[in-house]
């Protein structure tokens, strides 16, 4: 079970006024936020030419990372990177872990990692939120 401090029911309500959207979780980090909205709001969160985004981003002062909600976790991780062509997700389970390796161009490597390594500690800290699953990225 996710727990949710007053500071993220705070994010997650001020996130849904600037675009409407439905959030089921959220992560802080000190450099960036990160929201998990329901299936088919994604669009409703970045707005036209990216409006509710980049209004969220000047309300929060940081960087916001935004994710659609699935119902798989190999389709949730799909959703974490959207912009980037996955090419194999291998789960593997071990002695009560579980890790997640996924697969990514070479070409694409850096942005699947992003600027000093925020979007994929972004993404494991979610997924281990969510799912209790650990994340390896790797490249072809």
């Known amino acids: 079970m996710v727990e949710l401090t ?3 029911l705070k994010c997650m309500s ?3 006024q600037l675009t409407g959207t439905v959030v089921k979780d959220c992560l802080i980090d000190p450099g960036a936020f990160y929201f998990v ?4 709001d994604l669009g409703k969160a970045i707005g036209r030419k ?3 985004i980049n209004r969220t981003r000047t309300a929060f002062g940081k960087s916001v990372y935004v994710v659609e909600d699935a119902d798989t ?3 949730f991780i799909k959703n974490m ?4 062509n996955v090419t194999n997700i291998n789960v593997h389970e071990k002695l009560n872990t579980r890790t997640a390796y996924v697969t990514v161009d070479e070409s694409d490597r850096g942005a699947s990692i992003g600027k000093s390594g ?5 993404n494991r800290s979610m997924l281990m939120r ?3 699953c650990d994340l390896k990225l790797l490249s072809k």
């Open 130 to 132: 969510r799912f209790g």
């Open 118 to 122: 925020e979007r994929v500690k972004l």
């Open 6 to 8: 007053s500071d993220h």
């Open 50 to 52: 990216g409006s509710s």
């Open 73 to 75: 976790m190999e389709q």
């Open 81 to 84: 990177f959207a912009n980037i």
């Open 37 to 40: 909205v329901k299936q088919g």
């Open 14 to 16: 001020l996130f849904e």
